[in-house]
């Protein structure tokens, strides 16, 4: 019986890989990596040959039927993103979705995701939170950003290190300067840090620090 199994991968540190992660990827027949320079250095430090495909944001519609078609022939198929938990804000949402209307089994194995080190290192309440991802670059920013200045619990985004001044700057603007904000930046890596205070503050942190990595943004929710 074939079957899509969802792979995570470390954030950073290699270290953070499961056995068993390992075990399915040996396994299967065919490996879909975001990209797969980056996956290759993964699978070359564990000694994986394992076929790969590409399987990115920019083709991920074309290949979902003939990924199908491949399923249903037999092949064991594991999807994997450059870091992190696939269909988080990264390719495999479209092909689970198929798998599941095709009666495809699917299988997502537990393991690293940025956002949970992020939110648990800010401080800020967790019993209950949203996650946004990254917000609209342009159309609909604004409505977005309006409607989560009401938002009680929690929230996490995902941003790249050169939209996080004004990401910073829409929070101070929306959600007000004394707003509580955590910042995480290359988690699990050698420069890990997590970088705390109100909006106006980390954004002058950031402002005069040139944000490199990728980052964690956990906002307080509003009183």
């Known amino acids: 019986m074939s079957k899509l199994y969802i792979v995570p991968t470390p954030i950073g540190n290699l270290k953070d890989i499961t056995f068993r992660a390992i075990d399915v990827l040996n396994d299967v027949d065919l490996i879909l990596a975001e990209d797969t320079r980056t996956s290759g250095k993964l699978l070359?430090?564990?000694?994986?040959?394992?076929?790969?495909?590409?399987?990115?944001?920019?083709?991920?519609?074309?290949?979902?039927?003939?990924?199908?078609?491949?399923?249903?022939?037999?092949?064991?198929?594991?999807?994997?993103?450059?870091?992190?938990?696939?269909?988080?804000?990264?390719?495999?949402?479209?092909?689970?979705?198929?798998?599941?209307?095709?009666?495809?089994?699917?299988?997502?194995?537990?393991?690293?995701?940025?956002?949970?080190?992020?939110?648990?290192?800010?401080?800020?309440?967790?019993?209950?939170?949203?996650?946004?991802?990254?917000?609209?670059?342009?159309?609909?920013?604004?409505?977005?950003?309006?409607?989560?200045?009401?938002?009680?619990?929690?929230?996490?985004?995902?941003?790249s290190p050169h939209k996080l001044i004004k990401t910073l700057g829409n929070f101070c603007e929306y959600f007000g300067e004394d707003r509580l904000v955590s910042v995480s930046r290359e988690l699990t890596k050698l420069y890990e840090e997590t970088i705390r205070g109100t909006a106006k503050e980390v954004l002058g942190h950031f402002s005069e620090k040139q944000p490199k990595g990728e980052f964690v943004i956990v906002v307080a929710g509003k009183d």
């Not at 940025?114 to 939110?119: G, K, Q």
């Open 44 to 159: 070359k430090h564990y000694e994986i040959a394992t076929h790969m495909q590409s399987h990115h944001m920019h083709n991920e519609h074309k290949l979902v039927n003939s990924v199908i078609e491949k399923l249903k022939s037999g092949t064991t198929v594991a999807v994997i993103s450059d870091a992190g938990t696939p269909a988080i804000s990264d390719p495999g949402f479209l092909l689970v979705r198929a798998c599941i209307e095709n009666n495809i089994e699917v299988e997502c194995l537990p393991g690293a995701t940025a956002f949970v080190p992020a939110l648990v290192n800010s401080g800020l309440p967790n019993d209950r939170f949203v996650f946004e991802g990254f917000l609209p670059v342009k159309k609909g920013r604004q409505t977005r950003l309006k409607f989560l200045a009401e938002e009680t619990r929690t929230m996490v985004f995902y941003e």
